[in-house]
């Protein structure tokens, strides 16, 4: 087996993690949130829809910034999650879309093609075999987390605020904006 083709599986892994973490995620319990402490930063709003959300983004942003000469730039999933608004449903088509256009970024790539230097989404260069370490090892991880939440959170009928406007002062300045 090719080292690409590892790299492919690996990534399919991570992502059944993901998606076995959000079995039987409601709306309720998708907007319900942990507090982080003040200070802190997440990348998400603590909330199981935010880590779904924040996942769909980075897939979408490392796939078109490394693999397909910025296609699609922070200000077109920031328009994106604004029309999603805090829908489960469109959050989670989302997220198996983003995914869809993560893996088909890097369809064409060859083993050869692991040391070439793509652009993360900050600007600077990284060898492909990087980027798509560190998007696999971002599915586990969040996997954790969502696990996490869906056994200990209790469902809330109040939608979580997304703090776009927040989130997009992280970004907004970047050269993928």
């Not at 909330?47 to 910034?65: E, F, M, N, R, T």
């Amino acid at each position: 087996m090719q080292t690409v083709q590892v790299l492919r599986e690996e990534a399919a892994l991570a992502f059944e993690q993901v998606t076995e973490a959000l079995e039987g995620v409601d709306e309720p319990k998708a907007w319900a949130r942990v507090e982080p402490q003040p200070g802190t930063y997440l990348h998400t709003n603590g909330s199981i829809l935010g880590i779904v959300q924040h996942l769909a983004v980075c897939k979408v942003i490392y796939g078109s910034a490394a693999f397909r000469s910025l296609e699609i730039r922070f200000r077109d999933t920031h328009a994106r999650l604004e029309g999603i608004g805090t829908s489960w449903q469109a959050s989670l088509d989302y997220l198996h879309e983003a995914h869809r256009y993560w893996m088909a970024s890097w369809q064409e790539l060859e083993d050869g093609d692991l040391i070439r230097e793509c652009m993360h989404f900050s600007g600077k260069m990284w060898p492909a075999w990087k980027i798509l370490a560190v998007v696999t090892q971002h599915d586990a991880y969040h996997a954790g987390q969502l696990a996490l939440l869906g056994s200990a959170l209790a469902p809330t009928n109040q939608p979580p605020d997304l703090d776009l406007e927040g989130e997009k002062k992280y970004v907004i300045d970047l050269p993928t904006w």
